[in-house]
């Protein structure tokens, strides 16, 4: 079974502060990640994808990857009021198969 | 780019009736869609998955027989609920991927179908 594991929080920060998010997976046959954010009544959008060890940044946003560990996490600096929704994380398979964890909820208080 | 639109936005229906929903990719070939369903304040459940073309195959659980898919071109997927009854109200996404793209594994999400049975 592929699993992907997120903790559902919520998790609150305050404004400009760092929010970290975690995943782990169980299958090591994932070839790529990615985190989606969603907003309340909306469907998700693709903040961020990563394939290889290490770190991907993206403006506030920073992947980190850790195949060894089974790990994914993804870093908000300088955390905003808008970075409140839900962030799932999801793991892919070079067939058509992708497994979303059930979603961290972030809030970001001013 | 990697637009992907569903009509219509939200639907309220009767008891009873069908209702259908549509899934489609502006500006990249989707030779895959999914479709996904998710209630309130829970996590997104995928129901099936399409290929262009061929029959879709559903998740363990959900029935095809209600849910009924149509994949008849690499833009258009449909998903039919039939006699849809109030627990079927929930909220519908599509996602779709182009595996000849530049990124084929990556799913892009309409902005859902929001659907009340009265």
């Known amino acids: 079974q592929k699993e992907v594991e997120q903790n559902s929080g919520p998790l609150s920060v305050p404004e400009g502060a760092i929010a970290s998010l975690n995943c782990t997976y169980s299958?090591?046959?994932?070839?790529?990640f990615f985190w989606y954010r969603q907003y309340s009544g909306k469907s998700p959008e693709l903040i961020m994808f990563?394939?290889?060890?290490g770190d991907k940044e993206d403006g506030r946003f920073t992947a980190q990857l850790n195949k060894a560990s089974q790990y994914v996490s993804l870093l908000i600096r300088d955390s905003q009021p808008s970075d409140s929704a839900t962030y799932l994380c999801?793991?892919?398979?070079?067939?058509?198969?992708?497994?979303f964890g059930a979603g961290t909820r972030l809030t970001v208080k001013p | 780019g990697a637009v992907v639109s569903q009509h219509p936005s939200w639907v309220i229906c009767k008891s009873g009736t069908s209702v259908k929903i549509e899934c489609r990719s502006l500006d990249f070939q989707a030779t895959t869609m999914f479709w996904y369903r998710q209630f309130p304040k829970q996590s997104l459940m995928l129901m099936a998955t399409?290929?262009?073309?061929?029959?879709?195959?559903?998740e363990q659980g959900v029935e095809k027989d209600k849910f009924l898919i149509n994949h008849a071109s690499l833009t258009l997927s449909t998903l039919t609920v039939t006699s849809a009854h109030p627990e079927d109200s929930s909220f519908y996404i599509c996602?779709?991927?182009?595996?000849?793209?530049?990124?084929?594994?990556?799913?892009?999400f309409g902005p859902g179908t929001r659907l009340t049975v009265l």
């Open positions: 299958d090591r046959g994932s070839q790529s």
């Open positions: 996602s779709a991927r182009d595996a000849r793209g530049a990124r084929p594994d990556t799913q892009y």
């Open positions: 990563i394939y290889s060890n």
């Open positions: 399409s290929n262009e073309g061929s029959k879709a195959t559903y």
């Open positions: 999801a793991g892919g398979y070079n067939n058509n198969d992708m497994r």
